[in-house]
């Protein structure tokens, strides 16, 4: 599973940006898609999930604010960003988890990471 991550990049408080992730997967539609973010020194925090049944859940700090979607046409999830915070900067990470058996084993793939900057 390879996940690819795009639209990162510098903008200023109140500004919106739109990250987006293309998996390279079959089946893509049976991946629970997520986004993660981690700042130096810090654990890597959940920000958003997107359910293979299209159920959504997000972090406190961006509920209102941060809108997760996907295409499963085109192996895609993406994640749009509005007024954001300076404490919002930092590396985002697109995961993919599929779950295996009865047990429902879960594995986890990650992108690359994409950094987010919100400065004036």
């Known amino acids: 599973v390879q996940l690819v991550e795009s639209g990162g990049g510098l903008v200023q408080p109140g500004g919106s940006l739109r990250l987006s992730c293309v998996a390279s997967?079959?089946?893509?539609?049976?991946?629970?898609m997520g986004w993660y973010r981690q700042v130096p020194g810090k654990q890597r925090e959940l920000v958003a999930v997107?359910?293979?049944?299209?159920?959504?859940n997000y972090a406190d700090p961006v509920k209102g604010r941060f809108t997760i979607s996907r295409d499963n046409a085109k192996n895609t999830v993406f994640l749009q960003m509005n007024n954001l915070k300076p404490e919002d900067t930092a590396v985002y990470y697109c995961n993919a988890a599929e779950f295996w058996g009865a047990a429902r084993v879960r594995y986890d793939y990650w992108g690359q990471g994409s950094q987010v900057t919100v400065s004036s």
């Open positions: 997967v079959s089946e893509f539609n049976l991946y629970d």
């Open positions: 997107i359910t293979s049944v299209l159920s959504t």
